[in-house]
């Protein structure tokens, strides 16, 4: 595969075909928020947190219960566009223990059918250590595919190709009014998903939680907004 | 006809001590007082309102035998509930003066978010006869468990600033908190207090308990009339007046003329920024050091005080205030009122030149400063509808939904109830006299589960039906969340701005004074270094620490982060009326300035100016860009919804609207196409631009994806008790517990669209800030009213808001270009 100089000096971000060279992996940050790696027929979605709007009941927080169902639409938007034989599901899939007896019936049924129809993996998140009961899949804690390894949570100093999710990332930019929006966050040789569910808030990529997982230098923050994509490099990236 | 007999010799021999007879009004509601009547009062400020009030509570209180040990303690006899905070802690002040002359033995107690929690239980203990109060604490107090103890010996209930609170969703919270009182004490009689109003008869079917399918029961009514006649002038200056903003800084040199020939002036203005800026202007200016300070919602409340207490001293010579001293708050012998910018509507201006000279006999003097030249219409028409003692409240709406929400939890925090005793209570209330039992019922679906579709929170509810009829709390925790999220203010986050130490190191230093709150996104675009106007200093933004900003004294006396200033009132429907009148009227021009005249006569030789019920439509190129501008003089908020629904259709119609800017007056729309040609070759007509029924599916559309909506459905939200107030903003973690409020519309919106907090949002947003009545009401008087002008240059009449022209861009497109801005190019095109 022949790399694309794509920006000034030795910045080899793209490939052939405008997908983004992520270690080696020619891939697609999908402005619905899945990675796409199409050589592989591969997607990877991080972060569903599914029936996150159901745990909230408890405490007589009574947001609405619809958010698996817009979270599991968006999906199989996503995954009937881009038609991959296989899904990573990379962690934080459940918000919690709870969470797949909660599913309404029809939502069970609409995870179950996508599950189904393609070579499904769960790997295990901090809020969902533990494979849904009954829905098929292959329950993973990690798996390495080519040159990428996928895992839920970021392990800290570089990664050398490591696809996570985990911390939500999130972006910001303009100066005189601001625009906060979902963003993968890559250096060229790791990724950070952003969190796919319909509740789940971002973290911003200044956040300390982010600090020596990346090369500041080569960091691209791809925001997500309105169907589209925008690579925004780090220099113009604002804290919360 | 009124007896003046009714008044017991102690209160005969105080007024005589005083020189003073009591007044007819004063009278006419003792009797009403007497006889347990509920009654409205109707006057103009320092005509004496609290103490007629007051009068039959302390004629009844004088004659109660005095409460022995050993014996059941007495409840509250007379309940006040006022607006503001403030106005409560002043009427205590006020009335220890007639309490004392008279030797009455009557305990008054003010009870306000201020009041500490021994005094409070102290309260419930020993309930003072008098109790001074907010519609929040009411809230508050009928929600306890010994709400009914605490309650069942009122006699009385003082609702002041009645005109100011029913028109809000803090009326509504009144309106079912009086409801609720009416079930505990049916005998309770409402006394309100009010400015003049427009439709006096509403106030009074509020004041009174309705009956299902009966005629509106309505309350006596005293009215005062006459009082001086206000001396108004428009101030004229020197200078020319500008064409456009809002500073008016033309006129501060001739301002500190005015405070120096008065004892004591009060200059108000619009908005907390315009404040800021007003006093420290006047401070440049101030040679003499005349004491002038200033007073507005945001400044700590002990600076507030400081201000306050040194006013009824006169120890000042002037205050810049916003309208945080605009109710009925009697400070200090203020014999001038300036206004600065325009009032936005004639009840606004008739209450605040109230202020001068707090005598009615005696004539109040008031300045209005118009700061532009559209300002100078504004005030003149304003000036002739004082005179005319036109009034332009807006009438009372239904009942918001979720407040309603808010007080069905709170009632079942007070105990067990049954929904029908309930709903039966809630129609009471004037406010609420059309909510049938389907829509109730869903209310208390709402409280109990959260009102969706899918039965999801069945088992996590926080009130249950139970075997024996009545609803119940399920947990006492629901309870305390209600007392930390009762009423129904919703403001944006606020921030306490910290005077700290220049930034060193790793962060701010901390440690210094409390200057007061700004809002949360005033913050969100500053940078450390920053300077800014605040309490009336330069300040620089040093940082953030958690919920503080921390600021230093700036040396430099020019701010970098301009603010808005325009005012938040729109206009008012009679001012807009007056001003288009106004402008059609060449006669009525020789009363305004020079300057304004000049170009109004410009304008009438340039282009034209409409009649009272026509819209002037001007076309002119500018710059390369297509500009359409419109007359409405309907009120920035239905303007700005007029400009968001043509840019939406004059992109349908294909003449690629670039951007749009609304003021108090005027819209305009710029395109990249010929718009005026279009216009002349009839392939666009603009009866078909502006017809009426773009309140339909254009409206829906753009609502859809409008912040607005958003912004309406959050404030529902935490009303509704679905969100927590005190939870929201307090996470800073971004990956929150509490899921966002944005996000929450978006599922609901696509998934049960039905869902009653959306019903709820969308009557507040078409109400309060789309002002869709106003708006329809103006497409159909002008339907086959509308004149086109095709001009070659700008007009006369269009100057002021070309000159507003700024970075407005077309809705939704802003937040891609910042994007884009930031976006790299090169991979972007690369990716394409």
């Given at each position: 595969m022949t790399a694309l100089r794509a920006g000034q000096g030795d910045d080899d971000v793209l490939t052939v075909g405008g997908l983004v060279n992520l270690n080696g992996a020619a891939v697609r940050f999908d402005a619905s928020g899945v990675l796409h790696w199409p050589e592989e027929r591969l997607l990877v979605v991080a972060?569903?947190?599914?029936?996150?709007?159901?745990?909230?009941?408890?405490?007589?927080?009574?947001?609405?219960?619809?958010?698996?169902?817009?979270?599991?639409?968006?999906?199989?938007?996503?995954?009937?566009?881009?038609?991959?034989?296989?899904?990573?599901?990379?962690g934080d899939s459940f918000h919690d223990g709870g969470a797949e007896g909660r599913l309404a019936p029809a939502d069970l049924d609409s995870l179950a059918v996508l599950v189904g129809a393609v070579?499904?993996?769960?790997?295990?998140?901090?809020?969902?250590?533990?494979?849904?009961?009954?829905?098929?899949?292959?329950?993973?804690?990690?798996?390495?595919?080519?040159?990428?390894?996928?895992?839920?949570?970021?392990?800290?100093?570089?990664?050398?190709?490591?696809?996570?999710?985990?911390?939500?990332?999130?972006?910001?930019?303009?100066?005189?009014?601001?625009?906060?929006?979902?963003?993968?966050?890559?250096?060229?040789?790791?990724?950070?998903?952003?969190?796919?569910?319909?509740?789940?808030?971002?973290?911003?990529?200044?956040?300390?939680?982010?600090?020596g997982l990346f090369e500041r230098s080569r960091l691209i923050a791809w925001m997500l907004s309105d169907g589209r994509v925008y690579p925004v490099r780090s220099a113009e990236l604002l804290p919360d | 006809m009124i007896e003046t007999n009714l008044l017991p010799p102690k209160f005969e021999a105080w007024f005589a001590s005083r020189g003073w007879r009591p007044r007819a009004h004063q009278l006419a509601l003792l009797e009403h007082g007497l006889a347990g009547r509920s009654v409205l009062l109707i006057a103009p400020t320092g005509a004496?309102?609290?103490?007629?009030?007051?009068?039959?509570?302390?004629?009844?209180?004088?004659?109660?035998?005095?409460?022995?040990?050993?014996?059941?303690?007495?409840?509250?006899?007379?309940?006040?509930?006022?607006?503001?905070?403030?106005?409560?802690?002043?009427?205590?002040?006020?009335l220890e003066t007639p309490v004392q002359g008279i030797g009455l033995d009557v305990a008054i107690e003010t009870r306000t978010g201020d009041?500490?929690?021994?005094?409070?239980?102290?309260?419930?203990?020993?309930?003072?006869?008098i109790l001074l109060t907010t519609p929040e604490q009411l809230a508050l107090l009928l929600a306890g468990r010994d709400a009914e103890t605490f309650f069942e010996d009122v006699k009385t209930v003082?609702?002041?600033?009645?005109?100011?609170?029913?028109?809000?969703?803090?009326?509504?919270?009144?309106?079912?908190?009086?409801?609720?009182?009416?079930?505990?004490?049916?005998?309770?009689?409402?006394?309100?207090?009010?400015?003049?109003v427009a439709?006096?008869?509403?106030l009074r079917a509020w004041l009174v308990p309705q009956a299902p399918r009966e005629p509106l029961a309505l309350s006596e009514i005293v009215t005062v009339t006459g009082g001086a006649r206000p001396d108004i002038r428009i101030f004229e200056a020197d200078e020319a007046i500008p064409w456009a903003g809002h500073s008016a800084r033309y006129a501060y040199q001739g301002l500190l003329a005015e405070i120096d020939r008065h004892r004591m002036t009060l200059i108000f203005v619009n908005t907390r920024s315009q404040a800021e800026m007003v006093f420290s202007e006047l401070w440049r200016l101030n040679d003499d050091n005349l004491p002038i300070a200033l007073h507005h919602g945001s400044l700590d409340v002990g600076q507030r005080r400081k201000v306050e207490a040194a006013m009824a001293d006169g120890r000042l010579r002037a205050v810049v205030a916003t309208s945080t001293l605009d109710l009925g708050i009697d400070w200090g012998d203020i014999d001038l009122v300036i206004h600065v910018g325009a009032p936005k509507g004639a009840s606004r201006l008739a209450q605040r030149v109230g202020r001068a000279n707090h005598r009615m006999d005696e004539p109040s003097t008031a300045l209005l400063v118009p700061a532009n030249r559209f300002e100078v219409l504004e005030c003149q028409a304003a000036l002739d509808a004082n005179y005319i003692g036109a009034q332009d409240t807006p009438p009372i709406r239904d009942g918001a939904l979720d407040v309603l929400a808010q007080h069905v939890l709170g009632r079942a925090v007070a105990g067990p109830f049954r929904a029908d005793d309930l709903h039966a209570e809630i129609v009471s209330a004037y406010s609420y006299r059309h909510l049938d039992r389907q829509q109730f019922d869903r209310v208390v679906d709402l409280v109990a589960t959260g009102g969706y579709a899918l039965r999801a929170y069945e088992r996590y509810a926080k009130i249950k039906l139970t075997a024996d009829g009545t609803w119940r709390l399920t947990h006492p925790r629901f309870a305390q969340a209600y007392r930390l999220n009762v009423?129904?203010?919703?403001?944006?986050?606020?921030?306490?701005v910290r005077l700290g130490g220049k930034a060193r190191g790793r962060g701010p230093v901390m440690g210094g004074r409390l200057l007061g709150e700004v809002e949360e996104y005033f913050c969100e675009q500053m940078k450390v270094g920053d300077t800014f106007l605040f309490a009336g200093e330069v300040l620089r933004f040093e940082g953030m620490r958690e919920t503080e900003v921390v600021v230093s004294r700036a040396r430099s006396s020019d701010p970098r982060i301009p603010v808005y200033a325009g005012g938040k009132f729109p206009l008012s429907t009679f001012l807009a009326a007056g001003v288009r009148k106004m402008l059609s009227d060449p006669s009525s021009w020789q009363r305004l300035p020079a300057p304004v005249r000049d170009w109004l006569m410009l304008q009438r030789d340039h282009s034209l100016l409409p009649q009272p019920d026509e819209l002037l439509v001007e076309t002119f190129p500018h710059r390369g860009r297509y500009f359409l501008v419109l007359y409405p003089f309907e009120g920035r908020l239905a303007h700005q919804t007029l400009g968001m629904l043509l840019t939406r259709r004059l992109e349908r119609f294909g003449f690629k609207p670039l951007g749009f800017i609304a003021t108090d007056y005027v819209i305009a729309v710029w395109c990249s196409s010929d718009v005026g040609g279009a216009i002349a070759r009839r392939d666009l007509t603009l009866s078909r631009l502006l017809e009426p029924d773009m309140l339909g599916d254009d409206l829906e559309a753009w609502m859809a994806e409008s912040y607005l909506l958003k912004r309406m459905f959050k404030a529902c939200a935490m009303i509704a008790g679905l969100v927590e107030k005190n939870a929201i903003g307090a996470q800073k973690t971004g990956r929150q517990v509490t899921v966002s409020t944005d996000l929450i519309y978006d599922v609901l919106r696509e998934h049960q669209p039905g869902h009653i907090l959306l019903?709820?949002?969308?009557?507040?947003?078409?109400?309060?800030?789309?002002?869709?009545?106003?708006?329809?009401?103006?497409?159909?008087?002008?339907?086959?009213?509308?004149?086109?002008?095709r001009l070659d240059r700008i007009s006369p009449l269009a100057v002021p808001i070309m000159l507003e022209i700024g970075g407005e861009r077309v809705a939704g497109e802003a937040d891609e270009d910042v994007l884009r801005a930031a976006a790299d190019d090169i991979i972007r095109e690369a990716m394409a």
């Open positions: 972060d569903l947190h599914l029936e996150k709007g159901s745990s909230q009941g408890k405490r007589g927080r009574f947001v609405p219960p619809y958010d698996t169902r817009a979270t599991l639409r968006a999906l199989s938007e996503a995954i009937g566009r881009l038609r991959p034989a296989r899904v990573i599901a990379l070579d499904w993996t769960w790997v295990a998140g901090n809020h969902d250590p533990l494979p849904p009961a009954g829905l098929g899949g292959t329950p993973v804690t990690e798996i390495a595919i080519g040159p990428l390894v996928f895992r839920h949570e970021p392990r800290s100093g570089r990664a050398v190709g490591e696809v996570a999710g985990h911390l939500h990332p999130a972006a910001k930019v303009g100066r005189a009014r601001s625009v906060r929006r979902r963003a993968f966050v890559s250096d060229g040789s790791r990724c950070l998903l952003p969190a796919f569910g319909a509740y789940t808030g971002g973290l911003n990529i200044m956040d300390a939680a982010f600090k | 004496g309102k609290t103490l007629a009030g007051f009068l039959p509570s302390l004629v009844d209180l004088a004659a109660r035998p005095k409460w022995k040990p050993g014996t059941r303690r007495r409840g509250v006899h007379t309940l006040y509930v006022s607006p503001l905070k403030a106005l409560a802690v002043d009427i205590e002040r006020n009041t500490s929690a021994s005094r409070r239980q102290r309260q419930k203990l020993i309930p003072p006869d003082i609702l002041d600033e009645l005109h100011a609170l029913v028109t809000s969703k803090r009326g509504d919270l009144l309106a079912l908190g009086l409801s609720r009182l009416r079930a505990i004490a049916p005998d309770i009689r409402a006394v309100g207090l009010s400015a003049t439709d006096p008869d509403e009423g129904t203010i919703i403001e944006s986050p606020m921030l306490k019903e709820a949002a969308w009557a507040d947003a078409s109400s309060g800030l789309l002002d869709l009545k106003r708006l329809s009401d103006m497409l159909s008087r002008i339907s086959g009213r509308i004149v086109h002008k």
